[in-house]
């Protein structure tokens, strides 16, 4: 936002304050782990595998669950930020493919990353919650969380967010910890993640474009976009269109020239017709866009 658009400016200026300085060192994973370790208690022993894409998290995850009580088989956690092996993103599903595969030859439990789907709205009523649709990104949803006094949060792209028993802001292995948790509560892992609805859906979808046209194109759709199946139309954050069987969103990304798209529905012709309506209004404002669905 503008805070970081004042930095660079500064920093283009060459605005920046001068003298002396000093730094410390000080390696606080012991203190980390044993924060979790000292909190979080499963039920049984679990065996799982932790797939790291080469991120930060495989210099700690590992030692973390095992020190939880887990049999953890790794997958690329040693630490390389040029990603040789995949990219560490979840919410993509060809970042899963080594996993997947490592897991038809194990007999490991999986842990899933969250999706922002509609089903999360009638869950949490169901259960004396209040659900609350926020804007993509990671300091809007801490703001918010701080607004509310919400005690947990989730992105579509797998951070969430626990107040409750930790500290209101997303950690990756905390998160893991808290899953398997529950999950060593469970008679029957299988049919707990069965019982979870299922819906037809699509990863992020992304249509790169020239920078900032992305802004310009999407305050225009919100201006314009007609949509007269919608049950309900959200403009909080680009454009999240609600139908009776499904959604589709479309919003710019906050860190690339790009509009991201996710489509959902109950079934397949429903995810097509709530896909059609998209296409129509995407190339009503620009036709010669190039449309990955």
């Not at 060192?25 to 679990?46: E, F």
């Not at 080469?54 to 095992?66: H, I, Q, T």
């Not at 992304?206 to 920078?211: A, C, G």
Request: with cysteine; charged share 25%; proline share 6%.
């Amino acid at each position: 936002g503008d805070t970081i658009q004042a930095l660079r400016e500064r920093l283009e200026q060459g605005n920046l304050t001068s003298g002396n300085g000093s730094y410390s060192q000080h390696d606080i994973a012991p203190a980390y782990l044993d924060r979790i370790v000292g909190d979080i208690k499963l039920a049984r022993p679990m065996k799982i595998i932790v797939d790291s894409g080469n991120g930060v998290p495989g210099a700690f995850g590992p030692e973390l669950y095992r020190r939880l009580g887990c049999t953890v088989e790794e997958l690329f956690c040693e630490v390389d930020g040029t990603f040789p092996n995949h990219h560490p993103d979840p919410s993509q599903p060809k970042n899963l493919v080594d996993l997947i595969a490592a897991l038809k030859t194990s007999d490991a439990e999986i842990i899933f990353d969250v999706k922002s789907t509609r089903n999360l709205f009638s869950w949490i009523r169901e259960r004396g919650g209040r659900p609350l649709l926020w804007k993509t990104g990671h300091s809007f949803i801490k703001a918010k969380m701080k607004e509310t006094g919400a005690l947990l949060a989730g992105e579509m792209s797998g951070h969430v967010f626990f107040k409750e028993r930790w500290y209101g802001f997303d950690d990756g292995m905390y998160a893991g910890a808290r899953l398997l948790e529950y999950l060593s509560k469970q008679d029957d892992i299988n049919a707990t993640l069965h019982g979870l609805p299922d819906t037809v859906n699509t990863p992020e979808l992304n249509i790169t474009m020239p920078e900032g046209e992305h802004y310009t194109l999407m305050t225009k759709l919100q201006q314009t976009a007609t949509f007269p199946d919608a049950t309900e139309i959200i403009t909080l954050d680009g454009l999240r269109v609600e139908y009776a069987d499904g959604f589709g969103l479309a919003r710019p990304s906050n860190t690339t020239p790009v509009i991201v798209l996710r489509f959902e529905a109950d079934t397949q012709s429903a995810l097509e017709h709530i896909q059609a309506d998209f296409r129509r209004v995407f190339l009503d404002a620009a036709p010669d866009l190039k449309l990955p669905f």
